[in-house]
């Protein structure tokens, strides 16, 4: 049987430094992944921190629909019982939402559709 033509893998035994040797580059490539995972992990946290520092800080009434929208995600209060008003508020903080939410899933389909229009090429 002629080696060169088989398809078989060879089995290749190691000697005792080849195998120290491994051993230490699988440990050390390990705690540079994490490495590199962790420094990723803090970049994102003070990207998310000076972006919360540098938004415009919700006026109290927005805040205050926000907690009663909150409330009636937990049937703690109706709307029937919220005066005409805060209705009214609460209808637009909905609306502001639902447009919000559209604007972000139209760029996740144009990401989506960029990412398939890569692959196909």
């Known amino acids: 049987m002629d080696k060169n033509s088989t398809n078989e893998l060879m089995i290749v035994k ?3 430094i080849d195998r120290i040797k491994s051993f230490f580059k ?16 803090q970049e994102i946290k003070k990207e998310n921190t000076f972006i919360n520092n540098i938004k415009i800080q919700a006026d109290d009434e927005e805040k205050r629909l926000l907690k009663l929208q909150a409330l009636i995600a937990d049937d703690i209060v109706t709307e029937e019982e919220l005066p005409e008003e805060d209705v009214k508020a609460l209808h637009k903080l909905y609306d502001r939402q639902i447009l919000q939410l559209k604007k972000e899933i139209d760029d996740y389909r144009e990401k989506i559709l960029k990412l398939r229009m890569n692959i196909n090429e």
Not at 26 to 38: D, I
């Open 26 to 41: 699988k440990l050390f490539s390990k705690k540079e992944k994490e490495k590199v995972e962790n420094v990723e992990v």
């Open 14 to 16: 190691l000697s005792m």
